[in-house]
């Protein structure tokens, strides 16, 4: 079974998250655990890496996903930005690791116009880069982060809009072991896989299991696609998550966007009772 949540804020530090998330009535839910908007943010404070951990251990809710920074472009074709995500996405993993988490959300990027093979390649070459780094710092650990590829609405140069460039990625990577992927919905049905009815979203859903197996699947942003643009500017989730597939997946998130304007709604509560399948 799935478990629904949102993504929170970590304003005045991050174990303020739990009870954020609590408020909300979260099941699960998803962080940033740095600022999203510089290369190198300020670490971790210890004090507020153990009550985090502390909070989250006596709460029920779990997992938690954390998306990693915007500014990290894993298929870029400047060197320095990739030398540059590289150290990001190093930092975010490292983050992960202090915070007892297990999957860090990342979009796979856009090659800039140098190709989708090129820009493939330079991801695989980013991602096992800072999971080299991770593995040198913990060395035989055993409990590394996953890296979770978000699938994109695939416009412009953007990489993740066909599902095969996910696939390509792992397929690729050095470390397939510690890589799997977040569903973003309205990305998807922006990039042209129809959900819109059962037996389409069933053909999707289909497709993503035998491409990844169930396993790999590890989140899923339940976002509603409004109008002709991409993504950003939706604010709502309005994606009930109908059929056996979210229904029995487990440790999945849905995140819903702008939840401090409409806290777990009826209509979100009517959508947990759709993903339990009652």
């Known amino acids: 079974m799935g478990r629904i949540g949102a993504h929170v804020s970590t304003a005045g530090g991050v174990a303020n998250s739990i009870e954020r998330a609590a408020a909300l009535g979260c099941e699960s839910f998803q962080i940033f655990s740095r600022n999203q908007r510089q290369w190198s943010p300020p670490p971790l404070d ?3 890496v153990t009550l985090f951990r502390e909070r989250l251990a006596s709460s029920s ?3 938690v996903l954390v998306h990693g920074s915007y500014l990290i472009n894993p298929a870029s074709a400047a060197p ?3 030398e540059r995500s590289v150290t990001a996405l190093a930092d975010e993993l490292s983050r992960c690791s202090q915070l007892g988490l297990e999957d860090l959300v990342i979009h796979p990027g856009s090659h800039g116009g140098s190709g989708v093979a090129a820009g493939i390649e330079r991801a695989v ?10 593995e040198d710092e913990h060395p035989g650990s055993g409990s590394e982060p996953m890296i979770l590829l978000e699938t994109t609405a695939g416009q412009g140069n953007g990489i993740g809009g066909v599902l095969e460039h996910l696939v390509d990625i792992i397929e690729g990577s050095s470390h397939p072991e510690s890589l799997g992927i977040c569903l973003d919905t309205c990305h998807m049905h922006a990039a042209g896989y129809d959900l819109t009815g059962k037996d389409s979203y069933d053909e999707v859903m289909d497709r993503v299991l035998s491409l990844f197996g169930e396993r790999k699947v590890r989140g899923i942003h ?23 597939w979210v229904s029995n997946r487990s440790g999945s998130l849905s995140t819903t966007r702008g939840s401090r304007q409409h806290p777990w709604s ?11 399948g009652t």
């Open 61 to 63: 809710m779990g997992p």
């Open 46 to 48: 210890d004090n507020d």
């Open 222 to 244: 339940l976002n509603d696609f409004q109008g002709r643009g991409s993504a950003p500017g939706l604010t709502d989730m309005r994606t009930s998550g109908k059929g056996p």
């Open 125 to 134: 070459s980013t991602v096992d880069g800072s999971l080299d780094i991770l």
């Open 266 to 276: 009826s209509k979100h509560r009517a959508e947990r009772a759709c993903t339990d």
């Open 80 to 82: 320095l930005v990739r």
